[in-house]
């Protein structure tokens, strides 16, 4: 297994770290050359020269430290042979899910399906632009995961969750669904790590859909059972439950490594109630604004957190009509915070 070359997580390492989440993707216009000639998404995401490419873009351009790599949560229902496309102005469009052939997948078949992947991760940890700094593997969480493969679609464009996904779905089959997807998660996880992944995200990016009554189902025992496996394996683990209706909450039945909050969290609350690591918050369109809009918003996050560990990253992805170069004074401002 690689070492662990430094740690994003112990602010001990170096002040305000900072990376963003969808860093490498559409604001960029090198990417967005890569992307018109790359029409199928699934294709250009296992196209392991041209993902690690991807990978490091946003690391020339900023001083950033930490690399993410150019994946997608979907390569999941993707890798357990749910076809999965992207089409234009729609989104991702995913095939009706067969559970009998899911039962079946072998593991190796899954992770040879998804080796360009673990391959680009490989190449790119060992790049000289991430020598010193993490590189982030990822996954969906199992709830985020579980809507996409049962709604098929954005649950964006889902008006009733009942109808659109528990509809689809016979109550007996919940658990073996759910099992399923932990299962091949933790291979994905493994994958990763094995290949240089220094840190795992889990997005749970739907985590906001659900009534508080089911979270314990669908998002703490299944996270709870990811999270500790990333642990043992000696990698850390960052949280994202997407506008979950408590963090504290959270934090006590998961015990992440690390959280990042959403732009509807109270910075100034929730650092009275969590004391693990918090990453994130600044709403990603505050980079759309100006830049003294953005010096203001980003110095409230970075004074708020100065006696606190905090990696600074948005309370989203960047959006994709933002300017480069607001993020390259947002970087410059962060590493000149005093
Ligand atoms: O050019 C394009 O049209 C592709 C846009 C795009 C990109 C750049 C998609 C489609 N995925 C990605 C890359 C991606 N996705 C990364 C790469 C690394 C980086 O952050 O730079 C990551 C980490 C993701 C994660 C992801 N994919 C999430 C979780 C984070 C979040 O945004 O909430 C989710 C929900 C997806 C699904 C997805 N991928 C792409 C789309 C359009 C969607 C659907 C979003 C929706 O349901 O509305």
Known sequence: MTPIKTCIVDKS???????FMRQAGRYLPEFREIRKENPNFIELCLNKNL??????????????????????ILMLPYGLGQKVEFKKNYGPSLEDLDLNKLLNVKDEDFTNKLKPVYDAIN????????????????????????VYMLNKKSPKLAKDLKNSIFNKIQDKDIQKLLMIIVKFLKIHIKNQIEN????????????????????EDYIYNPTIELVNYTKKLG??????????KNYKKFCAKVNPSAVNI???????????EIKIPIQG???????????????KEANKYLEIFKDHPYIFNLGHGVLPE?????????????????
């Not at 240089?196 to 979270?215: P, V």
């Not at 990698?235 to 979950?244: E, Q, S």
């Open 13 to 19: 390492n170096k002040k305000n770290p900072v990376w």
């Open 322 to 338: 933002t300017d480069p170069n607001m993020v390259d004074y947002l970087v410059k401002l962060i590493k000149d915070f005093k």
């Open 196 to 215: 240089g992944a220094s840190m795992i995200q889990i997005f749970d990016s739907w985590a906001g859909l659900l009534e508080e009554e089911s979270y």
């Open 281 to 295: 918050g600044l709403d990603p369109k505050i980079l759309l604004s100006d830049k003294d809009q953005l010096k």
């Open 51 to 72: 993902t690690p490419e991807i990978t490091l873009q946003p690391l020339k351009r900023f001083e950033l430290d930490a690399a993410i790599i150019f994946s997608d």
């Open 235 to 244: 990698v850390p683990v960052i949280c994202f439950p997407r506008n979950i």
């Open 262 to 272: 959403d732009y509807e969290v109270d910075p100034k609350i929730i650092i009275k």
């Open 123 to 146: 190449i790119v940890s060992k790049d000289k632009l991430v020598d010193e700094k993490d590189l982030f593997g990822f996954i969906g969480a199992p709830w985020t995961i579980f």
